[in-house]
């Protein structure tokens, strides 16, 4: 489809396991967000790319937490020994300049 | 710290009534993003305002744009089921790539 993609769209995992959460962006949009939403709450910003910029990673909440982007496209955010507190919805949004974000509908994460 | 409070947090009312959600700061934005979100899907754009006393009107719906481009609010006229949802505004500014957003309102509409 035309919209932004994110994979999967439910994962349940043990603590303590990594976990690789997948979005593919609109093509030709240059901006990436990440962003964290917990139940029915705002969303909490995570890592920012545009282009071939070094990317914003001030929001990642701790270095469990990592992400990439390749070839200015495809990204995956990585979480290393997860926690029960990183229970969450993973948002992802990509804009075609730092203004309108289209979202994905989300990776739902789910640590037991 | 840039804070963009948006009030009420939760909103339950019946279909047929009016109703009005804000969004407040001490920091002057640029423009200011309002944002629906339906439970399993991200969140989709309704309306960008940019300029200071602006109003936007989208169906029902009625976005304004506070004069000193501090506050917003979004008021919705005979609320109907399909209202229901996840309201989040977004401010953002000049020389920062990063949106500002709200907490987000909590929207049930009653048939």
């Known amino acids: 489809g035309a919209g932004v993609s994110q994979s999967p769209s439910n994962k349940v995992t043990e603590k303590g396991k990594d976990v690789e959460l997948r979005c593919d962006p609109i093509s030709g949009h240059t901006a990436l967000y990440w962003y964290r939403q917990s139940l029915g709450q705002g969303l909490e910003f995570l890592i920012y790319f545009q282009g071939n910029s070094a990317p914003d990673k001030s929001g990642l909440p701790s270095d469990r937490f990592s992400a990439e982007r390749t070839g200015g496209s495809v990204s995956t955010l990585t979480i290393q020994r997860t926690q029960q507190e990183d229970s969450a919805v993973y948002l992802c949004?990509?804009?075609?300049?730092?203004?309108?974000?289209?979202f994905g509908e989300g990776s739902r994460l789910t640590v037991l | 710290t840039q804070l963009l409070e948006q009030s009420p947090q939760f909103l339950s009312i019946q279909e047929g009534e009016n109703l009005t959600v804000y969004c407040n700061s001490s920091s002057v934005f640029s423009s200011l993003q309002w944002y629906r979100q339906e439970p399993g899907e991200g969140p989709v754009l309704l309306v960008t305002?940019?300029?200071g006393g602006e109003v936007k009107k989208l169906k029902r719906l009625t976005f304004q744009f506070g004069d000193a481009r501090k506050d917003s609010s979004l008021h919705i006229t005979a609320a109907q089921p399909g209202d229901t949802g996840l309201y989040l505004c977004?401010?953002?500014?000049?020389?920062?790539?990063?949106?500002?957003w709200g907490a987000g309102t909590k929207l049930i509409i009653k048939p």
């Open positions: 977004a401010g953002a500014r000049d020389s920062n790539y990063q949106l500002i």
């Open positions: 305002v940019v300029t």
């Open positions: 949004a990509s804009s075609p300049y730092s203004g309108r974000l289209f």
